[in-house]
């Protein structure tokens, strides 16, 4: 599976966009881009998946650039409670989830 | 509202006591994972199935072991504690196909091993 690489950590004032990003430069055709976070002392919790078009749900938006080798999360309008750790995950053939340091998110009045 | 749950929020056991932790998953998820995570670490896969009475070694199984009797129902076993197996122990379950919302995770178990 491609490796990731995000920032350790970030700030973002709350009400505002919070774009983090991911490089997976060494990404297969094949592999799907997950994002994953994780809110203090609780279990990691799905936001968003894509291939190679640009999704968006009722939490985040996920823009893959062409050549697939990065993407950035959106979270449109961050809150408090979206302080966590976010997770980029590239998943190859073997489903399964391999999980990288993250980025720290914190979100401040 | 789907789920993954893990039977102990918290659990203490003493060195070289036989430990199991539950997870039952109730969405006929065909794959189901045991995680630990550990500060400055991460998560870190132990073991995985992608099929009942199927298991797979990931990361780091040196210590535990599986049990997979049926679809819904993921354990791990610590068959002889240590204390360096103190961590939090995270379930989670998925579809078979990736093209899918992607893994549920449990609350996690939090493991206190003196």
């Known amino acids: 599976d491609a490796k990731t690489t995000q920032p350790p950590s970030m700030d973002c004032a709350e009400g505002r966009a919070a774009n983090l990003p991911c490089n997976h430069s060494?990404?297969?055709?094949?592999?799907?881009v997950y994002w994953y976070r994780q809110i203090h002392s609780q279990g990691p919790q799905y936001i968003i998946h894509?291939?190679?078009n640009n999704e968006t749900n009722e939490m985040a938006s996920l823009i893959i650039t062409e050549d697939r080798k990065s993407s950035t999360l959106t979270l449109p309008h961050a809150t408090l409670r979206d302080t966590a750790v976010y997770y980029c995950?590239?998943?190859?053939?073997?489903?399964?989830?391999?999980f990288g340091t993250g980025t720290r998110l914190q979100v401040t009045l | 509202d789907v789920k993954v749950t893990q039977s102990s929020r918290y659990l203490v056991k003493r060195t070289g006591e036989k430990v199991f932790l539950e997870c039952v998953q109730d969405?006929?998820?065909?794959?189901m994972f045991w995680y630990r995570q550990d500060p400055g670490l991460g998560l870190r896969l132990i073991y995985f199935s992608y099929d009942v009475k199927m298991k797979e070694k990931g990361d780091i199984p040196e210590g535990y072991s599986v049990s997979r009797e049926k679809k819904e129902r993921f354990s791990l076993i610590l068959e002889s504690a240590s204390t360096n197996q103190t961590s939090m122990y995270l379930c989670?379950?998925?579809?078979?196909?990736?093209?899918?919302?992607?893994?549920?995770f449990g609350s996690g178990t939090r493991l206190t091993v003196v």
């Open positions: 894509g291939l190679k």
């Open positions: 060494t990404i297969s055709g094949n592999e799907y």
């Open positions: 969405m006929d998820h065909e794959n």
């Open positions: 989670a379950s998925s579809r078979g196909d990736r093209d899918s919302v992607g893994y549920t």
């Open positions: 995950i590239v998943i190859g053939t073997a489903s399964k989830l391999t």
